[in-house]
Structures are given as C-alpha cells and as structure tokens.
C-alpha cells in the first residue's frame, strides 16, 4: 500500500514563498507511471485540486487561482512530488495534501498571513 508523507508547511507571509514536498514509500515497481496532485483544504471549506502531474513527466495542469504561481514537479527516483508556491496570498492558507495511486497523505499546514 502506497503512503504519503507531505513537509514544507508553515507561516509565511503575502507575496512570501515556501515549497511542499511528498514522499511516496510502498510504491509498485512501475509508479512513474501514476499521476501525483496536490489539493487542499481551507476552514470550513470542501478539499480543492491544486495542482497535477502526470506519469513519466508528460504534462501539468493547474486550478485557475494558482495558475503562474504554482509549479508543480516530480523526482522519480526518488518517489517525490513538490509544490512550489511563489507570491501566496491569504486565500491560499489551508492544508496541503498530496494524493497518489488513490491513497492520501496526512496533509501540512500553510498559513499565509501578515
């Protein structure tokens, strides 16, 4: 069974910047080929796609909000997926999580506030 393990959360301030990271471990043999996304989840609020990359690195797409401030990458050798977030704003504050092989992680805190 495939587990997540997402770091890089934090309190950063608007126009601030910080980079998630997911680490896969129980993977099957060929789990470069499975899509890895990130959503994430404001107070009071349903879980939202952020972000996703598809298997061997052919493409990304992206929620609207977040569209050239977000990027959105993968190491295969080493079963990560990151999320750099680049001029954040409030409304980005919530809990990050990573999703892959249908199986979530636990998901990180990111606060963005003055």
């Known amino acids: 069974q495939v587990q997540l393990v997402e770091s890089g959360g934090g309190l950063v301030q608007p126009g601030g910047s910080l980079r998630l990271s997911c680490t896969a471990s129980?993977?099957?043999?060929?789990?470069?080929?499975?899509?890895m996304a990130w959503f994430r989840q404001a107070p009071g609020k349903e879980r939202q796609f952020v972000a996703r990359?598809?298997?061997?690195?052919?493409?990304?797409n992206y929620e609207d909000s977040v569209k050239g401030r977000f990027t959105i990458s993968r190491d295969n050798a080493k079963n990560m997926v990151f999320l750099q977030m680049n001029s954040l704003k409030p409304e980005d504050t919530g809990v990050y999580y990573c999703?892959?092989?249908?199986?979530w992680g636990q998901g990180t805190q990111v606060t963005v506030s003055s």
């Open positions: 990359i598809s298997g061997g690195n052919i493409g990304t």
């Open positions: 129980g993977v099957p043999f060929n789990f470069n080929n499975y899509a």
């Open positions: 999703k892959a092989a249908g199986e």
